[in-house]
């Protein structure tokens, strides 16, 4: 059974057992008015008979001078001269209309209560949940990204006599540190317990970014074709983590050429990378990458489709 089900389940049973306890008392004590009430009444009826007064009683009352038994009626009291009989379903009668009353207020107090509750704690855990979730793909993301660029520094040793050396060491560091400041923002915005708000994101912007950055740490052939109108709603970090490990992953195990293309398709946005496979005796991935990509889509209930018939592709739509 779930933590919150727990919580739920244990506090609606000391409510209602508190609430049948306060019941009871309360029930006793109108019960204890009632009965008080009617003792007074009968007082009064039997001096307007010393007074030779005759009123008619009320239907619930009778007044003896002699202890009678009568259907329905009961003896509740002595007066000193007469004993009062009151009818059994009087009193039963008032009880229910002011129990119904309260039971039926109180039911949709705590119905109420309980659902603010609930809807409280479970956003709570929710939110908890998600960040913990979320800082680990972070942290599944930078060890990816280690791993790329260890891989990338390997074979930049092999050409350090090429004269773009230089830069593409920059850039490749530039990426990394990218990578590694978005990681320490988003696990600070996580210690100060506030949620990443829901914003819209420029994704060919952000594509274009991307695609720009790895173009000039890996001489791979980019090729980006994006509908400049789309805009996506979801969470930034998220998204950014989805599309940047797509696209470094297709650069990775592509040979010469990545294709990124985001287009707009039965009112749906469609994003799809491609490559052309690397030859079979190249370095093989872990899988990590895709995998990462596979669990952001699911997190933010994107589809995401791969097809391995000749060349590489994912399709995400979203």
Same mark, same amino acid.
């Given at each position: 059974?779930? &933590?919150? !089900? ?6 609606? %049973?000391?409510?209602?057992?508190? &609430?049948?306890?306060? !019941? ?22 039997? *001096? ?38 009151? *009818?059994?379903?009087?009193? *039963?009668?008032? @009880?229910?209309?002011?129990?119904? &009353? ?14 603010? =509750? ?12 998600? +960040?913990?979730? @979320?800082? !680990?793909?972070?942290? @599944?993301?930078? %060890?990816?990204?280690?791993?790329? =660029? ?27 540190? !990218? ?9 600070? %915005? ?36 994006? +509908? ?62 895709? *995998? ?9 209930? =994107? ?8 060349? =590489?592709?994912?399709?995400?739509? &979203?």
């Amino acid at each position: 059974m779930k &933590f919150e !089900n727990k919580i739920i389940i244990t506090l609606i %049973t000391v409510i209602i057992a508190s &609430f049948s306890i306060i !019941n009871l008392t309360t029930v006793l004590y109108i019960k204890a008015i009632i009965e008080d009430n009617l003792i007074r009444e009968a007082y009064i009826y039997s *001096k307007l008979i010393l007074y030779n007064r005759s009123e008619p009683y009320p239907e619930y009352l009778l007044l003896s001078e002699k202890p009678i038994l009568k259907k329905d009626y009961s003896i509740l009291a002595y007066t000193g001269r007469h004993y009062v009989l009151v *009818k059994d379903e009087y009193i *039963k009668d008032k @009880l229910i209309s002011y129990t119904t &009353f309260v039971v039926l207020w109180e039911a949709s107090s705590l119905i109420i209560l309980l659902l603010l =509750f609930y809807y409280t704690l479970y956003r709570y855990i929710r939110r908890e949940r998600d +960040n913990k979730e @979320l800082l !680990n793909v972070m942290l @599944l993301a930078l %060890t990816h990204r280690l791993g790329n =660029f260890l891989a990338t520094h390997k074979l930049n040793v092999e050409l350090m006599k090429e004269p773009t050396l230089q830069q593409r060491l920059r850039r490749s560091i530039e990426v990394l540190e !990218n990578t590694y400041n978005s990681t320490i923002d988003a696990i600070e %915005t996580l210690q100060s317990g506030q949620e990443e708000a829901v914003k819209s994101i420029n994704l060919p912007q952000m594509l274009l970014e991307i695609t720009v950055l790895y173009g000039d740490t890996s001489k791979k052939d980019i090729r980006l074709q994006v +509908n400049s109108s789309i805009r996506v709603k979801g969470n930034p970090t998220y998204m950014y983590m989805l599309i940047d490990t797509l696209v470094d992953n297709a650069i990775k195990h592509s040979d010469n050429r990545v294709y990124v293309r985001l287009l707009r398709y039965k009112r749906r946005n469609i994003l799809v990378v491609r490559n052309d496979v690397k030859p079979k005796g190249g370095e093989e991935g872990s899988g990590l990458g895709l *995998k990462i990509a596979r669990y952001i889509c699911e997190k933010l209930g =994107f589809g995401m489709r791969i097809r391995t018939k000749g060349r =590489f592709t994912v399709v995400v739509c &979203f």
